[in-house]
Nanobody, 125 residues
Framework: QVQLVESGGGSVQAGGSLTLSCAASGAKYLPICFAWFRKAPGKEREVVARVDTGGRMTYGESAKGRFALTKENTKSGRALSLQMYSLQPEDTGIYSC?????????????????WGQGTQVTVSS
């Protein structure tokens, strides 16, 4: 199991920036995929950024060119951050950090079994 604790988030005006952080502990020596999901009001949950077990990072269409994911190793596990730039009202939602222990290539989006508590991001126009 992987324990995830998010921080950051808040309210910002359109065009502003925010950084979300996720502290991951447990399963330190196992291959883990991480992702940030967003649940916007009235919409399905979507992946905004992910990093696979090889360190390759990919982004959802709405995040490309505006969001940057980083991952570092820590004493207890990993630390992730999601830097978000040029935020727009449509970026509003609950952002959650997620993890899955995964062997092999790729990180299936429907296999994340460990979740943080989520953090609210609100972008006003």
């Amino acid at each position: 199991q992987v324990q995830l604790v998010e921080s950051g988030g808040g309210s910002v005006q359109a065009g502003g920036s925010l950084t979300l952080s996720c502290a991951a502990s447990g399963a330190k020596y196992l291959p883990i995929c991480f992702a940030w999901f967003r649940k916007a009001p009235g919409k399905e949950r979507e992946v905004v950024a992910r990093v696979d077990t090889g360190g390759r990072m990919t982004y959802g269409e709405s995040a490309k060119g505006r969001f940057a994911l980083t991952k570092e190793n820590t004493k207890s596990g990993r630390a992730l951050s999601l830097q978000m730039y040029s935020l727009q009202p449509e970026d509003t939602g609950i952002y959650s950090c997620a993890a899955q222990i995964h062997y092999g290539a790729g990180c299936p989006d429907d296999r994340y079994t460990n979740w943080g508590q989520g953090t609210q991001v609100t972008v006003s126009s």
